[in-house]
């Protein structure tokens, strides 16, 4: 039996149409004052509901907070007061997890800055320099929830069908070509 090429591109699109598909997450932030803006990348694994302890987060150079004094908080691997962390405790990464930025300079004081966030809120800090007793000064605090949405890819199996189908209708009309000459 010979397939049209209309018919080699619905077993395409078919073969295309059960393939799962793989996704990251992006978390953006959503306060009810506008002082913050902030968003973040998660991976599927990341979501599972079984992943309910502290860990690295895979995409965490995707992390990034805005402050209200224009500050850009993005992860960085050395901070001035410590490691940057994100993590996950106790319950679904929907509402419960945290995260701690560092910015990467401090002010003209000597202070340090750092960012925290929570699935329900997002404050800024001023810690004095480091070897300085004292405590934190809370800088700005804003409560608000962070909105999913879905970053689909293509799984390998359905970039494999697709250019598998691909193939066959160039097959095809290169030999239906052959035949009319």
Known sequence: MRLTANRWLAFGLLALGPQTVLANYLFTWEGRSNLFQGTFEVT?????????YFYFLSLSNSISIFSPDGRDFRWSANPPMGPDYFGVGGGSLLSTFGIGLDYPQTTAQGNILEVDANNDSVQEWSWPPLGVGGSASLLYSETGQWEVSNVSEP????LLALGTAVWLIRRHRTH??????
């Open 44 to 52: 599927d694994a990341e979501m599972s509901e079984s992943n309910k």
């Open 155 to 158: 799984s390998a199996a359905a």
């Open 176 to 181: 239906q070509t052959s035949d009319q000459t």
